[in-house]
């Protein structure tokens, strides 16, 4: 009996999940397969290490990607907290490059209960 999960994420760019997910201190491995119990295999297009089985992604037919894991063998993070931090992470990155792109300058920042965050910025002209 197969215990994976695939949970879908609004993110569209491998570039930006990779990023985000070596900020978060994870380490990538490129990998095709993820393990879970009683050795099953899913497919993926790359994966984070973790202490037991590997947490994998894999772009679906929309464009975005799965995350892919056997949680019951995920050790060191819970599937809720995964992917909460990763999402406020990319979140986090989209709203600082927009800012950017649009001439503001980044003047204070803080992190508020670990799930928001809060960006002053400054725009001149």
Known sequence: M???TNVQVQI?????IIECLTEMGYQIITVQTVNGYGNTKE???FAVKTEGYSIGFRRNNEGVFDIVADWWGVKGVTEREFISNLC?????KK????AQRKGFRLIEESVESGKQFLLVKRSYG
């Open 12 to 16: 569209k760019s491998a570039k930006d």
């Open 88 to 92: 406020v992470a990319y979140a986090e």
């Open 2 to 4: 197969s215990h994976f």
């Open 95 to 98: 709203v600082r490059s927009f």
């Open 43 to 45: 497919m993926v297009d």
